[in-house]
């Protein structure tokens, strides 16, 4: 889209709205790749913050948010990228236990696209080359209609999720619980923690993986 007026935003988000996934993808695609027509989508959206009616494009109170798996699971050499997407759902949670009093909900969406902002991967090596073919599969298309059913009412009663959309793939991501206890009734020090800890939480600690170790199989 070039940049012509805000009307073509406008028809964007009433296409959105709509149920359209061309337009919602369109959306998400201007806002990702931080376009200059961004103020014009954020106008255009605002009249609908606080009604959940677009989820996952903006951030706006009230309206869902795009997180990544780069924080919920990890990557290298992204660490304020990870803090700022897992702080994104913190604010998501954040909105949907303190307004669901007024029938708004939020949700993320940790989306698997092919866009700009990740057409720079190095692709020199054969395997290189059938990773970004793979990536390339994942178009924003993919992404909008759960982003359109997440906006609609018929997503009633879900509020406070993560989910994520791999080319034609639905997840819904645990989020942190405890997993296991210790208990030590004269309470602990450093050396009783040393002599307990990794026999007792060991198996169940998180490994460090990336995103690609933990999606380790093609897209479907």
């Known amino acids: 889209m070039s940049r012509r007026s805000t009307g073509d935003v406008g028809d964007l988000v009433r296409r959105a709205r709509e149920g359209d996934p061309r337009a919602v993808a369109r959306l998400i695609s201007l806002v990702e790749d931080r376009s200059p027509l961004l103020r014009e989508v954020m106008a255009a959206l605002a009249p609908y913050a606080g009604h959940a009616q677009i989820v996952g494009i903006t951030g706006s109170p ?3 948010k795009s997180t990544s798996t780069s ?3 990890g990557n290298f050499g992204q660490a304020n990228y990870m803090a700022a997407k897992f702080g994104i759902v913190g604010l998501s949670r954040g909105i949907a236990l303190d307004m669901q009093r007024f029938k708004v909900r939020s949700n993320c969406i940790a989306p698997f696209a092919w866009t700009r902002m990740i057409d720079s991967i190095p692709a020199q090596t054969p395997e290189e080359k059938a990773r970004v073919e793979r990536f390339q599969q994942m178009t924003p298309e993919k992404i909008a209609p759960l982003t359109v059913y ?11 999720q993560i989910f994520g959309v791999r080319n034609n793939e639905i997840l819904l991501f645990s989020q942190p619980r405890p997993v296991r206890t210790l208990h030590r009734s004269e309470g602990w020090t450093p050396e009783a ?12 600690l998180t490994p460090l993986e990336r995103s690609t170790d933990v999606f380790s199989w093609d897209p479907v």
Request: a negative charge; aromatic letters at 0%.
């Open 150 to 160: 997440l906006a609609s009412d018929r997503a009633e009663g879900i509020s406070g």
């Open 62 to 64: 009230g309206v869902g």
């Open 71 to 73: 924080a919920l699971v």
């Open 193 to 204: 923690i040393d002599q307990q800890l990794k026999g007792a939480l060991g198996p169940s």
